[in-house]
């Protein structure tokens, strides 16, 4: 056992940070810094510069642009992005559609959308979740019905993350209604300028629109747009789930919040002295620092162990990441709003898109708190993360 | 970074892991805690055949040499068999004090009887108003000719009632809570002047009360600067109570295997209760906090070899932090899902529960840790 990086590790964590340090544009740190939301143009101008030094899909195999590092270099590069703080890669392209295209679709494919993923020439969003199909996914009802050399896709889904900027989407579509409900479904990729298709906003409780409701109407998809087999859909579904099993704890998003947590408190007073000297304050602040250390430790044993015996297997400790990081993630935006106080309450009416620079930047505290309630219910809420150490752990 | 054992390392927990699973089940440790003083000579004799009282001593001082992980896998095996038998005293606080600060008569006249099992140890540390604080000594040391005289009181100092020999710290100079002034000393227990009052702990363990009434030592019984060895005693403290952040994360992993095999077999409504989300996401929690405490149980283990001090220190006040939380949630929980059989002697799981909550109170609490973050300016 060792906790030190090697050499050769600390200083590929000093190389990264040096690009991050001279290549992220420094409007785009600073409104992530706040809070506030970004363009997509900001984001994208990012993520182009990051796909031009060749850390785009650093995940990815070699043969399609990836960087062959290894899990600890994976691990520094993501802790180090997240506390600069940059925007991750668009997670739909980049952690979840591209991985299912480059494991199970064709080579045209292959060649037709890996690129353009990279280079977020095509924004993607994720078709998954229904009106009637959260937790329980594979009762999801939007069907896909096969006309000759077409795909007729009717239905509806929800919670669709800027699907406002997408160009494509993947979906999980019902091809079978006789087999088993998991059975019947399939993969399908389509452009989101097709006829058929409207996307209406859905506003969050931060006021913010990040999420939308999308609904097919006899939308025509040629039918080499389905990935891999018919009917096998659930199964690249999981696959897709199972891939981002350490990044979800996000532990560099929260270190980069403690600090600012630290500098806000230094500087907002109670009674005649920052709030950072208050004991019961600083208590509540180590208390979370202390978990944040003990997620962060078990993320490098998942990650060490997924790089002594490769990912097959995953290490059990691995579903504790997300029900630590959300928790932890919500405790800094709840240590952020006791900072602020009675400051929280000014709204800006402006909404989300942060261009109001004249708002003072404490308006995006009490949003962001709202926002984040959504951590513990997204990608497996925390009630399904436990369902699955009942099953696949204690074997209950 | 690495987590994995080493080669040595996973066969010293096999050889540990089986010599408990043959000597050690629940029924085992009933008839020890009824021997003579309340642990197993016998066992303790097997313990120094293994090799293992001798594991964290220098190959030249007759040892193994081994370090920080290899105690912490001892002691998280120790944790799962609830042992009984003073380890912890004597291995890890006495060898520690003897290792980090002993001179070479002292580790002369001392190790080789810890390493072949003869002689045990106990640390008398604790004084009626000191609770936490470790530089909050009353006990005096004056200087007589070349020696000492020790007066003083100590409490609850687990083994006292069997040590051979009693590590006492006693102030030689300077007021009660001062940072400076406390020394450390080797005292006999059989010395004229020292009064043992025995009794039993709550988790099966066995304690005592000490007196030392003008208990006369020679220049040779202080360890390290009698002047100045505050340093010293936190550093063997932060080594107790890493071992004890080991012994509490086996301890914990055993409650949860037991709670669930109990919640995988007792049926009522007709079904095994473990089909009950409520009792299965309770479990799940438990589990969560297990990996948590185990993490932060390796980060003290690994935090031994820090350079910085400072660091050292909060790394283990943060782990304590954790494994007092995790262990709590752990131990409360395990008796609430094994119902009304939790509550009764004759089950395993509540001596697990009782074990676990001595081990908070033991070395600081929770609160008394997360103030030591705290002050130390946090982790991140």
Not at chain 1, 36 to 48: F, G
Not at chain 1, 121 to 147: H, I, M, N, V, Y
Not at chain 2, 213 to 224: D, N, Q, R, S, Y
Request: hydrophobic share 40%.
């Amino acid at each position: 056992m060792d906790l030190a990086f090697s050499k050769e590790e600390i200083a590929f964590r000093e190389e990264v940070r040096a690009f991050f340090k001279d290549n992220v544009p420094p409007d785009t740190r600073r409104k992530l810094q706040e809070g506030r939301h970004l363009s997509k143009d900001e984001m994208v101008t990012w993520w182009r510069i990051l796909n031009k030094k060749g850390w785009g899909v650093s995940h990815w195999p070699k043969e399609y642009g990836g960087t062959g590092w290894s899990s600890v270099q994976h691990y520094i590069f993501n802790e180090e992005l997240q506390m600069h703080p940059a925007p991750a890669p668009l997670a739909f392209g980049v952690s979840m559609v591209g991985p299912v295209i480059y494991t199970f679709g064709n080579e045209a494919q292959k060649k037709q959308y890996l690129p353009r993923i990279a280079n977020v020439d095509d924004w993607w969003c994720q078709g998954f979740s229904e009106p009637g199909s959260g937790s329980d996914l594979a009762s999801l009802k939007t069907k896909a019905e096969r006309k000759g050399d077409k795909y007729i896709i009717n239905g509806q889904k929800t919670w669709t993350t800027l699907a406002q900027h997408a160009d494509m989407i993947f979906c999980l579509c019902r091809t079978d209604n006789n087999a088993k409900k998991q059975m019947g479904i399939s993969f399908i990729v389509f452009d989101m300028k097709s006829k058929g298709i409207t996307v209406r906003p859905i506003e969050t409780i931060d006021g913010g629109h990040e999420v939308n409701e999308v609904f097919f109407d006899d939308v025509e998809v040629p039918v080499e747009n389905l990935i891999g087999e018919e009917n096998k859909g659930w199964d690249y579904a999981k696959f897709l789930l199972g891939n981002e099993r350490t990044g979800i704890a996000r532990v560099g998003v929260s270190k980069e919040r403690l600090r600012r947590i630290k500098d806000l408190a230094a500087k907002v007073e109670s009674n005649g002295k920052p709030v950072l000297e208050d004991q019961g304050f600083r208590e509540k602040l180590a208390a979370c620092e202390i978990e944040l250390k003990a997620l962060e430790l078990t993320q490098l044993r998942v990650v060490a162990d997924e790089g002594k015996h490769g990912k097959g297997k995953p290490n059990p400790a691995s579903s504790v990441l997300k029900i630590k990081g959300s928790e932890i993630q919500q405790t800094t935006t709840e240590l952020l709003m006791e900072v602020i106080g009675p400051f929280a309450a000014p709204y800006d009416e402006h909404g989300d898109d942060g261009s109001n620079e004249a708002m003072d930047w404490t308006a995006q505290i009490a949003p962001s708190y709202f926002n984040n309630r959504k951590v513990s219910i997204y990608g497996g809420s925390n009630e399904i993360q436990r369902n699955i150490i009942t099953k696949a752990v204690l074997g209950l | 970074m690495d987590f994995d054992l080493s080669e040595e390392q996973r066969l010293l927990k096999e050889s540990v892991d089986g010599l408990l699973n043959d000597s050690y089940d629940f029924e085992a440790r009933k008839k020890y805690r009824a021997e003579k003083g309340g642990w197993s000579k016998t066992v303790w004799g097997k313990l120094a055949e293994q090799g293992l009282l001798g594991l964290p001593f220098s190959e030249e001082d007759g040892g193994f040499g081994a370090g920080a992980v290899e105690t912490a896998i001892v002691m998280e095996a120790m944790g799962k068999a609830l042992v009984l038998e003073p380890y912890l005293a004597t291995v890890v606080i006495a060898g520690g004090f003897l290792r980090h600060g002993g001179s070479a008569e002292q580790k002369a006249a001392h190790i080789p009887a810890i390493i072949d099992g003869s002689k045990t140890f106990a640390f008398a540390q604790l004084e009626k108003n000191s609770r936490y604080d470790l530089s909050d000594v009353a006990t005096t040391a004056k200087k007589k000719g070349a020696g000492w005289v020790i007066d003083g009181e100590k409490f609850v100092v687990i083994n006292g009632e069997n040590a051979d020999t009693l590590i006492v710290t006693a102030r030689t100079s300077g007021a009660r809570r001062d940072r400076n002034g406390i020394g450390v000393f080797l005292v006999p227990a059989n010395a004229k002047g020292v009064g043992r009052k025995g009794y039993p702990t709550q988790d099966g363990l066995h304690a005592a009360d000490i007196t030392l009434t003008g208990v006369e030592v020679g220049a040779e019984a202080a360890i390290g600067d009698p002047e100045n060895a505050l340093e010293l005693i936190e550093r063997v403290v932060d080594d107790a109570r890493t071992a004890m952040c080991a012994e509490a994360v086996g301890a914990m992993d055993e409650s949860l295997k037991s709670t669930v095999e109990y919640l995988k077999t007792r049926k009522q409504f007709g079904v095994a209760i473990g089909t009950f989300q409520t009792l299965q996401h309770r479990a799940a929690d438990m589990f969560v906090a297990v990996e948590q405490a185990r993490s932060m149980s390796m980060f003290a283990t690994m935090a031994a070899d820090f350079d910085n001090a400072k660091e050292r220190a909060t790394a283990v006040a943060a782990a304590k932090v954790q494994i007092g939380k995790s262990l709590k949630f752990v131990g409360q929980q395990s008796i609430q899902l094994h119902g009304g059989i939790g509550m009764t002697q004759e089950a395993k799981i509540g001596h697990y529960f009782k074990r676990l909550t001595m081990i908070e109170n033991t070395f600081g609490d929770t609160d008394y840790h997360l103030r030591r973050v705290t002050d130390a300016g946090g982790l991140i």
